[in-house]
Nanobody
């Protein structure tokens, strides 16, 4: 059974940093695009950042550019999200998601990722 397990969420003050991790099990995703999707209260799911199967290409939503960094370790079957300069509007549940693969750069629609983790809460206070 495929399982994506996020960790690293929590509460932080504005300007602070968090590092999210996502460990995959049940199958390898080292040949598939992966991403972080978030859902803020009262809003739709949105792709925060995505990374191609080999880490060679990345996508960042405008609000994430310059503050967030996605990376992956295909040996460890893990993807990371480093979030710096956090703002209250970054408060959301963050989901690790994976595409079916194989290969591919990335997708910017949450619906194109069939595999989802359970989500981890990130709360940023002013």
């Amino acid at each position: 059974q495929v399982h994506l397990a996020e960790s690293g969420g929590g509460s932080v003050q504005a300007g602070g940093s968090l590092r999210l991790s996502c460990a995959a099990s049940g199958r390898t995703f080292n040949d598939a695009p992966m991403a972080w999707v978030r859902r803020a209260p009262g809003k739709e799911h949105e792709v925060v950042t995505a990374i191609g199967w080999n880490g060679g290409v990345t996508y960042y939503a405008d609000f994430a550019k310059g503050r967030f960094t996605i990376s992956r370790d295909n040996v460890a079957n893990t993807v990371y999200l480093q979030m710096n300069s956090l703002k209250p509007e970054d408060t959301a549940v963050y989901y690790c998601v994976a595409a079916e693969g194989p290969y591919g750069y990335y997708y910017i629609s949450p619906g194109q990722y069939p595999y989802w983790g359970q989500g981890t809460q990130v709360t940023v206070s002013a």
